[in-house]
């Protein structure tokens, strides 16, 4: 086939240039049914907080793993107006291991700031990070709030930095109630079982050179050089859809590299909807929301019968087996 002219293309140079720090985030909304029914609205507002409370030279890039249409055609949207710098649209669900496989070696930047899309980001976020980055040894990620359960493993390195000289430990029950109880609310879980999770657990608290952390940090959000993350990542490829995300935890620690955490909190989470405390905060921290979910029941009665273990427990019943019939 005769070709037409020539690529306008051909000798020219792009003008884009690399920002040093890649924020990745991984989207996926299958449907908005269940649990996912306002799952929209919290993608939005991470995606939103991120526009608004960062002020460091950044290129976006969002992966999304196989969502339904309607959230394809808002972030379709959001990188036309050209706040989306690299969208990365997956035709199907290839897992989150597998996801970050292909996104961090995507990312331009030396640093990367990967998170799920529910969590939202507080000002300054990222100069705090990467101040950490900076002032700390070896580090190999960071993570924004800190989740006193995930001291179980992967600490080995930060704990022995510890003992370094020059570095000034606490340790002891050193978190506020009221960050355990965003915690225990936003990942639905009961006081009761936080309890059995952090268990002869011990917070430690370190600063050196001034400036604080927590040991350890989470695989929900971290920020960090993207040649040691690319070297905590499998070798090979699983496709299992959920799983492998403590592995990589602990394959950064026996890396030899720091795992730690931001004090104070420079995120928070949002769960799968927006209610009206959550609102409130976004709002607090200059993000705007349009919806904020479904009013919680206040009607005595109904508590009781929804509460009740029998009902939940045919509820789930249904609900296990309808999830996978539509998730297929």
């Excluded at 996912?36 to 907080?49: H, K, P, Y």
């Excluded at 952390?213 to 299992?240: M, R, V």
């Amino acid at each position: 086939m005769p070709r037409i002219g020539m690529n306008p293309g051909r000798g020219k140079k792009s003008d884009y240039s690399p920002a040093r720090v890649t924020i990745a985030v991984l989207t996926y909304i299958p449907n908005q049914v269940g649990y996912f029914q306002n799952r929209l609205d919290v993608t939005l507002a991470c995606l939103e907080s991120i526009f608004v409370n960062t002020s460091v030279p950044y290129d976006l890039m969002v992966f999304d793993n196989g969502s339904n249409q309607a959230t394809v055609s808002a972030l379709q949207a959001l990188k036309d107006a050209g706040k989306i710098d690299f969208l990365l649209l997956s035709g199907q669900n290839i897992g989150k291991i597998g996801a970050l496989q292909v996104m961090l070696k995507a990312a331009p930047g030396e640093v990367i700031a990967y998170c799920d899309d529910d969590v939202f980001f507080l000002p300054g976020w990222l100069e705090r990070h990467l101040e950490v980055i900076e002032i700390y040894p070896n580090v190999g990620a960071v993570t924004g709030m800190y989740i006193k359960p995930h001291m179980k493993e992967g600490i080995s390195t930060t704990l022995k930095f510890a003992q370094t000289p020059g570095v000034k430990v606490e340790r002891g029950s050193l978190v506020e109630k009221d960050l355990e109880k965003h915690y225990i609310d936003q990942t639905g879980r009961t006081w009761d079982k936080y309890q059995e999770e952090i268990a002869r657990l011990e917070d430690v608290r370190l600063t050196y050179k001034g400036i604080q952390t927590f040991a350890s940090a989470g695989h929900y959000q971290f920020t960090a050089p993207k040649e040691a993350i690319l070297q905590a990542l499998p070798a090979t490829w699983t496709g299992n859809l959920m799983g492998q995300m403590r592995e990589l935890d602990v394959a950064i620690d026996r890396l030899g590299l720091l795992r730690l955490c931001t004090t104070p909190p420079t995120l928070r989470l949002l769960g799968n909807m927006i209610d009206k405390a959550a609102a409130e905060d976004l709002r607090k921290y200059g993000v705007e929301v349009k919806s904020a979910g479904k009013p919680e029941l206040t009607v005595g009665w109904k508590k009781k019968v929804f509460r009740s273990r029998l009902v939940q427990k045919v509820a789930y019943f249904f609900y296990e087996r309808l999830f996978k019939i539509i998730n297929v």
